[in-house]
């Protein structure tokens, strides 16, 4: 934690991780999005799918904590408890939406997610308390990203490199 406010550095890699983002649309290709392997028999329309379902989630939970309203309710049934189910519901509830549709929403995401941190007060990004979501972390120090280059990227180049 410090004291000067972590929002402008936050925002700036998000509008990184977009420029990534965009790098990589470009380089699958919008034929290749519908053909399944980046993940298993996912292609990577439902990648983003799936991206989006979890993305959306923590951008309505930092909206509702900037506007100090209590934390939106999950948007799947109550009686999903684990990340494959839930993973599967997304998928079921994207599974007719167009490529262009899909990509669109992520590319708007960024900035939904950019908007909502810089409406949060300082304090809320910067104590370990602030957001009990993030289970002690505070939201400076959590990698907002790190879920896609961990466990998504390096799956997707290898697929790329398959399809080379």
Do not use: K
Not at 97 to 119: G, M, W
Not at 126 to 137: I, K, S, V
């Amino acid at each position: 934690m410090t004291d000067a406010d972590p929002r402008p550095a936050l925002i700036a890699h998000i509008e990184a991780e977009r420029a990534w983002w965009a790098d990589l649309v470009d380089e699958i290709g919008e034929e290749r999005m519908t053909q399944p392997g980046p993940m298993g028999d996912w292609t990577f329309r439902d990648l983003v799918v799936h991206r989006l379902g979890w993305r959306d989630r923590t951008i309505g939970r930092l909206e509702a904590a900037a506007a100090g309203r209590d934390e939106p309710p999950v948007p799947w049934p109550a009686d999903l408890d684990d990340d494959d189910p839930i993973n599967g519901w997304f998928q079921a509830q994207g599974r007719d939406r167009s490529v262009r549709d899909v990509l669109a929403d992520a590319d708007r995401s960024y900035e939904r997610l950019a908007t909502a941190i810089a409406a949060l007060p300082v304090d809320m990004v910067t104590r370990a308390d602030a957001l009990p979501w993030l289970e002690g972390q505070a939201l400076e120090d959590v990698g907002l990203f790190g879920h896609v280059h961990d466990e998504h990227e390096p799956e997707i180049r290898a697929w790329l490199a398959r399809d080379a």
